[in-house]
């Protein structure tokens, strides 16, 4: 069973940045395109985030100019730069694969609060 371990979260202060790193272990890692989605307390999970299995990143308006996607392909990993944190962007962030494929791992927490 495919598993997606999210890591990178934490608090930060409004302004600040974090980097988010999910490892996939999944041998085919390359052949899918990969998204990071959020999700706050009483609300739907979201996508913010995703990447082309060329490499291409898109991004929901809320975060654009924001955030950055990236993907290392021999590590199996994918990446969410995100600068200029705002406290709406307090959640707990998942990847997955763009559909959904595999079950959701545990998350981790970004907290942006003063």
């Known amino acids: 069973q495919v598993q997606l371990v999210e890591s990178g979260g934490g608090l930060v202060r409004p302004g600040g940045s974090l980097r988010l790193s999910c490892v996939v272990s999944?041998?085919?890692?390359?052949?899918?395109?990969m998204a990071w989605y959020r999700q706050d307390v009483e609300k739907q999970r979201e996508w913010v985030a995703f990447i082309t299995r060329g490499g291409d990143g898109n991004y929901e308006d809320a975060v654009k100019g924001r955030f950055t996607i990236s993907r290392d392909n021999s590590k199996s990993t994918v990446y969410l730069q995100m600068n200029s944190l705002k406290p709406e962007d307090t959640a707990v962030y998942y990847c997955?694969?763009?559909?959904?494929?595999?079950?959701w791992g545990q998350g981790t927490q970004v907290t942006v609060s003063s």
């Open positions: 999944e041998s085919d890692f390359s052949l899918n395109a």
């Open positions: 997955n694969t763009l559909p959904v494929m595999y079950s």
